[in-house]
């Protein structure tokens, strides 16, 4: 009989599956498609030779995870590439604020009346980035934190609304940068706790930067397969699993799938049924001719560029989304790997990578719309077009089964949505069943590819295993 056995082989299933294969256990993974990765794939989704991230592109919580740094991934061909500027976010007069590896040069971005506010504001926390993560990145509820003084002092400004924090500036250049640090939570900017978001993201940038894995995303996925299979775990891909009888005896079966499908293959009836899922996106991976022209020069140095200069216009595009209306000015998130990792594109040729907001399921083609927006900034980018591969809710639910409806988070983190997730409960990874656990994004700490939604459920395993409680 096995120790465990992993459903689904994402980050967090790898994850869990390495946290428990280093406590000496006997570890199988079954994955239902023909690769590893989940949300960290890559792919030639476009034309030979050009390398895309069907999902995640940019990792500022994966660079300085830690369940992530206390892996050696790097002997494993893991390496981080760190583009000019970790994201830069223009405006339509040519300019653009920052967000930068330095503090000094992201505050000078956004102009004279709002630097020493983002200064103040980053202070207190700024070169703490390993205890607040670690506090921050589990279940709030879990024991005490490691630094009570600064748990506290950044959850009363983390537990904001971003619309609330960003009142403390008065231009619209830090107010933008702020809310599209928050829209990657796709919530409305009024959520509790999008604040935090915010924070959380501006802070990866300036502790660790927001890089990219060489190669992409898949890397990431191959360095913990690998580690796991030195460690002597076994994965199995093409298994799909639709009953708990298909997989081999275990005294433990880890699930990173959404809540709604561990309950239907383990079953558990209506455990999971008021779980709320959230808003999609529609994605596009471009192959392009050359690089994106960004009228912005700082644009054109950065790995991540947010599209959608005001608050106003961010909130607008995101009330859009929950509220379940048609993208008319989406907010982009895009990324543009290739300027500084060349393996992604054939020479002198690039990828880019788009996405926007839209309701869950929705079937409609948001591709005019992100476009018209990408041109506002980059005139002539369609020009640049040499293919382009799109994908709206429905194709996204059939490329990733835990995109329920298309939402990437699996699982709505409006209100409550990042500390209560799937349901409340003491231990969120836990299941009814004694020997089931979730481990996906559906549980705490959520969404990003860190693999910390694995590694506390590990835990959570391995507790059961040794003493019989979690």
């Not at 976010?89 to 709002?114: I, K, N, Q, Y």
Request: aromatic share 8%; hydrophobic share 45%.
């Amino acid at each position: 009989m096995l120790d465990a056995v992993v459903v689904g082989a994402g980050p967090n299933g790898l994850t869990a599956a390495v946290e428990l294969a280093r406590r000496g256990l006997r570890v199988e993974v079954f994955e239902a498609a023909d690769a590893i990765g989940g949300g960290a794939r890559t792919e030639e989704l476009t034309l030979p030779g050009f390398r895309h991230d069907p999902c995640s592109a940019v990792h500022p919580l994966a660079v300085r995870s830690p369940a992530f740094t206390a892996m050696p991934l790097d002997r494993h061909g893991l390496e981080w590439v760190h583009p000019g500027l970790p994201m830069a976010h223009p405006f339509p007069d040519g300019t653009a604020a920052v967000l930068s590896r330095s503090v000094g040069e992201t505050a000078g971005s956004l102009g004279p009346r709002d630097a020493g506010t983002y200064r103040r504001l980053l202070a207190p926390f700024h070169g703490r980035w390993d205890a607040l993560a670690a506090d921050f990145l589990r279940t709030q509820w879990d024991g005490p934190p490691r630094d009570p003084i600064l748990y506290a002092r950044f959850g009363l400004v983390a537990g904001l609304p971003a619309a609330v924090l960003a009142r403390l500036f008065r231009d619209e250049k830090a107010r933008g940068l702020l809310a599209g640090l928050a829209a990657h939570g796709i919530a409305p900017l009024r959520t509790l706790g999008t604040g935090g978001m915010a924070l959380v993201f501006a802070l990866a940038a300036h502790e660790g930067g927001w890089p990219v894995p060489r190669g992409g995303s898949q890397a990431i996925a191959d360095a913990l397969g690998s580690y796991l299979r030195a460690l002597g775990g076994v994965i199995h891909t093409g298994f799909e699993v639709r009953h708990l009888d298909d997989l081999p005896p275990a005294r433990a079966f880890v699930f990173d799938t959404s809540p709604t499908a561990l309950a239907r293959i383990a079953g558990l009836g209506g455990t999971y049924a008021n779980v709320r899922y959230g808003p999609s996106v529609f994605k596009i991976d471009y192959a392009l001719d050359g690089p994106v022209p960004w009228t912005a020069e700082p644009a054109r140095r950065a790995g991540t560029i947010h599209i959608g200069p005001t608050a106003g216009e961010i909130g607008e595009a995101l009330r859009a989304a929950v509220e379940g209306d048609d993208p008319s000015v989406p907010f982009l998130i895009t990324a543009q790997p290739s300027l500084f990792d060349p393996t992604r594109a054939p020479k002198g040729k690039h990828t880019f990578w788009v996405y926007g907001h839209v309701p869950n399921g929705w079937e409609g083609d948001a591709t005019e719309v992100i476009e018209r927006q990408i041109e506002r900034f980059a005139p002539g980018f369609r020009d640049l077009v040499l293919a382009r591969a799109t994908a709206g809710p429905p194709q996204l639910a059939a490329r990733n089964a835990n995109y329920v409806g298309g939402d990437i988070a699996t699982g709505s983190v409006a209100g409550l949505g990042l500390l209560v997730r799937p349901k409340l409960a003491r231990v969120p990874y836990a299941t009814p069943h004694p020997s089931v656990f979730l481990c996906s994004s559906a549980t705490p700490p959520g969404p990003g590819v860190h693999g910390m939604s694995g590694h506390h459920a590990a835990r959570a395993v391995w507790r059961r295993l040794r003493t019989g409680r979690v």
